[in-house]
């Protein structure tokens, strides 16, 4: 049997989900600051445990790399996209912001290790952010929503020339981190968006 339950609780519920996501997107954040802190008093140690291609051992900076960056100026620089756009994903709940982020990270990682230069070590959140703009561009394309259709627009607009400026190769930018992140917020939405019935005289697929 299956117990109804008040307006009042569903409400409650989804504004608890939405504060514990805001709470872990914060929290990342704060693991990338401290990380970053322990790096400039370890004299960049930790940074070898970024993405290096094609190494077994690099496999590790899959989950590491987006906590570690090469200075603070890079971290800022990362911090503030990541919590606006962050928070902004958030808003959909804990699991939302939880399954976005996973699937980035690995899209983006992963891509970067297979195709990036050999003997190089890819580091930072940018990857993230790029999947967080990618994904909220688009979602509103699979999920058929005008309002996140409008919101995407206004993230293309304000993000579009930084997203399509870092996807040209320079020196010391992993441009390779940008386009698979990206390409890992397009998964995401694609995933993600919720389940359409099969039109009427069709069976739906298995």
Not at 71 to 82: E, Y
Not at 86 to 91: E, H, Q, S, T, Y
Request: proline residues 4%; hydrophobic residues 50%; neutral net charge.
């Amino acid at each position: 049997m299956l117990a109804r339950t008040s307006t009042g609780e569903v409400t409650d519920s989804r504004r608890e989900s939405r504060n514990n996501a805001i709470k872990v997107v914060l929290a990342m954040a704060l693991v990338m600051w401290l990380a970053e802190i322990f790096d400039a008093v370890a004299s960049n140690d930790l940074d070898r445990y970024g993405i290096q291609p094609r190494d077994a051992d690099g496999l590790v900076g899959i989950p590491a790399s987006p906590f570690l960056h090469s200075g603070f100026d890079h971290l800022i620089s990362n911090t503030v996209p990541f919590l606006i756009l962050g928070c902004v994903i958030a808003l959909n709940g804990l699991l939302r912001v939880l399954a976005v982020t996973a699937i980035v990270a690995l899209v983006g990682g992963l891509g970067t290790w297979l195709v990036a230069p050999g003997d190089t070590i890819h580091i930072g959140a940018s990857g993230i952010v790029f999947g967080y703009a990618t994904y909220l561009i688009v979602r509103g394309v699979f999920d058929r929503s005008a309002l996140e259709l409008a919101l995407g627009v206004i993230v293309a607009l304000v993000l579009g020339g930084t997203l399509l400026t870092g996807l040209v190769p320079h020196t010391g930018i992993s441009w390779q981190g940008h386009l698979f992140g990206a390409l890992g917020g397009i998964v995401a939405a694609r995933v993600l968006a919720p389940k359409r019935p099969a039109a009427a005289g069709r069976p739906a697929s298995l």
